[in-house]
């Protein structure tokens, strides 16, 4: 269970999260909107690790993000795949999925590259293995990036905005495997745009409002008119989210 | 005072003093590169006062004539030290401490250009700060270093022949020996001039053929 208490940041004077609070039980999926710069990214972010808290906390199985030990055990737990796909240019596919599970999880190079074509082969780049990142579409790339995460077989999936950097095209290669991944059980914390699909693959939903967490609802409840759509923010923001 | 003709002999001569020149160059770039990725490393630590001591010392290295630092470790360091100073000492000495200040510049701007955001995915696998600066950051540095890497160890290479002047027998104090037996300042020093060339164009091939093995996860997409 990943536990958020209470959790404030801030950067200098602004305040990005306000006193946050939830929880995400295994094998839930849980989308956060909410408008840019409502802090969505900073609580994956918190979540991660890659950024401190100034107050409260957060535990992923009980593991206290703001310990060394704590932080490590964390994020042997989850795994991240981010909006600009942060691959290693450097490195061949296989090599970019390879890394942590041979390094970090001390899997023998054989078996880690083994689980990794398995990987591959079920995003569809079989053929993309031994290619550098660069030669690859926006589209692979984050299929790639969705590998590297699962390779570490982690408990929680976070996603920060993954389709945010692709076309529609691409979003929809994208978002297929991540519907396998939900219809799967996989856990998933998913900062996103796209409403559509979130609706049709979360449990829950939601929703920040300046670093405020002002709705937290099942995913039906937060698209009907007695929930989520009786707010008047949420109502405004889906109406322009889903005109466009 | 006695002038003579050119014998075959002087080739010998000339190899040499080739000898000396590649051989001084080869150690003080092996020196210089390990000490500058050694400094690196300290920097990347974030090493509290060795960092700012460092950056000073590279600061003076990089900023003050070579031949000036050569003349105070040569004449200096013994009359204020007490300690044998030898030619060779000396040349090495300054020359690898010259190539170490701005090899850890370059490598220091090539660590920097390594994107930030794939350390941060690196720190989020739970990737070590070590295994990031090894896996990650070390090669992608090494690509990106390597070229202005070529362009200061061509610079180098002709930086050796300031070593002539405290008389280790190098290629250009060779030079000098055979222009004041021959008086023939024209031909000596063209063949001398053309040694160092061929050399330094060697150099640059083989930099060039390591910085595409290097860069080869790169594609040139064009402008």
């Known amino acids: 269970m990943i536990e958020i208490n209470n959790v404030e940041k801030r950067f200098g004077s602004a305040e990005?999260?306000?006193r946050i609070n939830l929880k995400v039980e295994p094998g839930e999926v849980v989308t956060i909107l909410g408008s840019s710069g409502s802090g969505k990214s900073t609580l994956i972010r918190c979540i991660n690790g890659l950024e401190t808290l100034s107050g409260g906390a957060i535990r992923v199985d009980g593991n206290d993000v703001s310990t060394a030990a704590g932080l490590a055990a964390a994020r042997r737990r989850s795994a991240t795949v981010f909006q600009l796909f942060n691959l290693y240019p450097h490195m061949t596919v296989l090599q970019n999925v390879t890394l942590a599970p041979i390094h970090v999880l001390g899997q023998p190079r054989a078996e880690a590259e083994t689980r990794a074509r398995a990987l591959l082969d079920l995003v569809g780049l079989t053929a993309q293995a031994d290619a550098y990142p660069q030669r690859l579409s926006g589209g692979q790339r984050q299929r790639v990036g969705i590998c590297r995460a699962l390779a570490m077989q982690p408990r929680y999936l976070l996603l920060d905005e993954v389709t945010s950097a692709l076309d529609p095209e691409m979003t929809g290669e994208v978002l297929d495997i991540l519907a396998r991944l939900a219809a799967e059980g996989t856990t998933m914390v998913f900062v996103t745009h796209e409403i559509e699909f979130a609706r049709r693959?979360?449990?829950?939903?939601?929703?920040?409002?300046?670093?405020?967490?002002?709705?937290?609802?099942?995913?039906?409840?937060?698209?009907?008119?007695?929930?989520?759509?009786?707010?008047?923010?949420?109502?405004?923001?889906?109406?322009?989210?889903?005109?466009? | 005072?006695?002038?003579?003709?050119?014998?075959?002999?002087?080739?010998?001569?000339?190899?040499?003093?080739?000898?000396?020149?590649?051989?001084?160059?080869?150690?003080?770039?092996?020196?210089?590169?390990?000490?500058?990725?050694?400094?690196?490393?300290?920097?990347?630590?974030?090493?509290?006062?060795?960092?700012?001591?460092?950056?000073?010392?590279?600061?003076?290295?990089?900023?003050?004539?070579?031949?000036?630092?050569?003349?105070?470790?040569?004449?200096?360091?013994?009359?204020?030290?007490?300690?044998?100073?030898?030619?060779?000492?000396a040349a090495l000495l300054t020359v690898s401490l010259n190539t170490a200040a701005?090899?850890?510049?370059?490598?220091?701007?090539?660590?920097?250009?390594?994107?930030?955001?794939?350390?941060?995915?690196?720190?989020?696998?739970?990737?070590s700060r070590w295994q990031i600066l090894r896996r990650i950051i070390s090669p992608q540095a090494a690509a990106f270093s390597v070229g202005p890497l070529i362009g200061l160890l061509v610079n180098q290479l002709q930086v050796t022949s300031l070593i002539s002047v405290i008389g280790v027998a190098d290629l250009t104090k060779i030079g000098n020996i055979l222009n004041l037996r021959t008086l023939e300042p024209f031909v000596v020093w063209s063949v001398i001039g053309l040694t160092y060339y061929l050399c330094a164009k060697a150099l640059a091939a083989l930099g060039g053929r390591l910085e595409r093995h290097l860069r080869r996860s790169v594609v040139w997409q064009g402008l």
Request: hydrophobic share 55%; charged share 15%.
């Open chain 1, 16 to 18: 990005v999260l306000k």
């Open chain 1, 201 to 244: 693959i979360s449990d829950r939903i939601v929703f920040l409002e300046a670093g405020e967490l002002i709705v937290d609802m099942p995913a039906e409840a937060f698209f009907s008119e007695e929930g989520g759509l009786a707010v008047p923010r949420i109502r405004k923001f889906l109406s322009k989210m889903t005109k466009d």
């Open chain 2, 1 to 89: 005072m006695r002038y003579a003709d050119f014998t075959p002999y002087d080739l010998v001569l000339l190899a040499q003093g080739l000898g000396v020149t590649l051989g001084l160059f080869a150690a003080t770039t092996l020196i210089g590169l390990a000490l500058g990725a050694a400094l690196t490393v300290l920097h990347y630590y974030r090493v509290p006062v060795i960092g700012h001591v460092v950056v000073a010392v590279t600061e003076l290295l990089k900023n003050s004539p070579v031949l000036v630092q050569l003349f105070l470790v040569f004449f200096g360091m013994p009359a204020f030290f007490q300690v044998n100073m030898t030619p060779v000492t």
């Open chain 2, 102 to 127: 701005f090899a850890f510049v370059i490598f220091r701007s090539g660590v920097e250009a390594v994107d930030r955001d794939q350390i941060e995915a690196a720190r989020v696998f739970g990737h």
